[in-house]
């Protein structure tokens, strides 16, 4: 019987004009969207490969991209220093291209690099708003009414950040600086909770676990790592990869970790074992981006996919076997 978790699906041939640096799944559906150097976002039927929206406002490359929770909303960010959102039931309605954006904030120069969707939830109820990185070592919080700077946390450190994420609870946010910090903050109290310095090169990914306890990094000294989000000890070391390593992204059943490399490969490591379980060779030049499909309040994806992109141009899909 084969030993094997997960086999090579289909697969996208120029999907993008240029390189494509970033992917997200839609939760509780099998819809993708992605996004890069050509300026666009696209969103995609993952079982029947058709282009089902084209978003563009600007003619500078995506820097960052994200999905809201309830999959109603796109989050991007790009070199002109600009974020935009745009609703997706409008995008996906009629024609799509050079659909316009229902906000657009001006985060000014490199305020907006990374940025992420944050729900917070008080008395009054539950408010979205934005987060985002900054070239000098803070991640700035933004109204998504107002599309006004609200808050700032600040790493003490005046460095470039290269990456960003938010717990799916919304209770913490982290960020990764050029260097080998990286850094966990409380979202209620703007308090830094945590700091991780076990890389020795820059970090370039960060991601949390479905259920917002663990950190997975990736980072340009070839290595994954994987932390407590709520202690601040580091658990494990993955290494395997023969270049940086660009993205790694946890599992929903936090079994195991998916990586994308500076090397073309894509890599499937357990992470009970603490090893590296396959390897995909399919693109043919970096893998940029790697996301695992991702279940819903209302949907619960039982096998979820994985998707890759990179610099080749190219969508490929990873379908669960035994996982």
Known sequence: MSSALFTSGAA???????DIWHVRWFPGKNMLATAGSDETVKI??????????????SDYAITSLDINAQGTR???SS????????????????????????????????????????????ETG???????????????????????EVRELNTSRPNFLYALAVSPDSTKVACASAGNHVYVFDTESGSLSGTFSG???????????????LL?????????????????????????????VLSAEIHPDGKYIASGSLDTKVKIWDIGQRKCMETHS???????????????DDVVTMRPKLASVGEDRSIHFYDPLLA
């Open 12 to 18: 996208i041939d120029q999907a993008h004009d240029d």
């Open 44 to 57: 995609w039927d993952s079982q029947t490969g058709e282009c089902l929206a084209t978003l563009k406002d």
């Open 74 to 76: 796109i989050l991007t």
């Open 79 to 122: 070199m002109d220093n600009k974020m935009r959102v745009w609703n997706i039931d409008d995008s996906l309605g009629g024609s799509s291209e050079n659909s316009s954006p229902t906000l657009t904030i001006d985060a000014g120069p490199i305020n907006a690099w990374r940025s992420r969707f944050l729900q917070t939830v008080s």
């Open 126 to 148: 539950s408010k979205e708003m934005l987060a985002s990185s900054t070239s000098s070592g803070t991640v700035k919080l933004w109204s998504t009414t107002k599309g006004r």
């Open 199 to 213: 890389h020795s090169d820059n970090v370039r990914s960060v991601s949390f676990s479905a259920d917002s306890s």
């Open 216 to 244: 997975v990094t990736a980072s340009d000294d070839k290595q994954i790592q994987l932390h407590d989000a709520r202690y601040g000890s580091t658990v494990s070391t993955f290494s395997g990869h023969h270049s940086w």
């Open 282 to 296: 399919q693109h043919s030049q970096a893998v940029w981006g790697v996301a695992w499909q991702q279940s819903s």
